[in-house]
């Protein structure tokens, strides 16, 4: 399984857009990059998923470049509610065992 | 909607007890984890299992056991509590297949208190 990296912590204030990268040097190429949100005593929760190029959806953009060694999780407008710890993983083929990593912690201050 | 049902939301156990979480899906879903959440080590998978009777080792199996009789029941076992078993546990459920797969839903939680 492809190992990432992503920042241990980031703050951020009300109204601005945040962009978290993760770093996955090593990965495969059916690899699908997903993103998960986690707020405190709950369990994680799916956001955004993509293989490459950008993908869109309500809560936040996913940014992949061609070579897919890094990914970018683009929060537009955070508030105080999108304070959570963000996880990404690199997860391919079809045995389903999702690892996840120590994810990172953000911040929204008002 | 999906639901990941945990049996307890909180739960205390002494040294030496044998306790079992269940957990229950009702979304037909083929794959079914046990995750642990510790303070400063995020989420650690215990075990995992894609079908029934059939289970995977995660990162951190030693001190644990699994069953899965039937496809929406996933139960996690600690032989013999140990207070370094005290944590959050957390059981999650997907589909099978690329890129349905990647998705998981979770259950509350369950935060367990070995003493």
């Known amino acids: 399984l492809a190992k990432t990296t992503q920042p241990i912590s980031m703050d951020s204030y009300e109204g601005q857009e945040v962009n978290i990268t993760c770093s996955h040097n090593n990965i495969a190429t059916n690899d699908y990059i997903t993103w998960y949100q986690q707020f405190p005593s709950q369990g994680p929760r799916f956001i955004i998923q993509g293989y490459k190029t950008k993908v869109t959806n309500e809560v936040a953009s996913l940014f992949i470049p061609a070579d897919r060694k890094s990914s970018t999780l683009s929060l537009p407008r955070v508030s105080l509610s999108d304070t959570a710890v963000y996880y990404c993983l690199v997860f391919g083929g079809n045995t389903g065992k999702l690892i996840f990593g120590q994810g990172t912690t953000l911040q929204v201050k008002p | 909607d999906v639901k990941v049902t945990q049996s307890s939301r909180y739960l205390v156990k002494r040294t030496g007890e044998k306790v079992f979480l269940e957990c229950v899906q009702d979304?037909?879903?083929?794959?079914m984890f046990w995750y642990r959440q510790d303070p400063g080590l995020g989420l650690r998978l215990i075990y995992f299992?894609?079908?029934?009777?059939?289970?995977e080792k995660g990162d951190i199996p030693e001190g644990y056991s699994v069953s899965r009789e039937k496809k929406e029941r996933f139960s996690l076992i600690l032989e013999s509590a140990s207070t370094n078993q005290t944590s959050m546990y957390l059981c999650?459920?997907?589909?099978?297949?690329?890129?349905?797969?990647?998705?998981?839903?979770f259950g509350q939680g369950t935060r367990l208190t070995v003493v």
């Open positions: 299992s894609y079908d029934v009777k059939m289970k």
């Open positions: 979304m037909d879903h083929e794959n």
């Open positions: 999650a459920s997907s589909r099978s297949g690329v890129p349905l797969n990647t998705e998981a839903f």
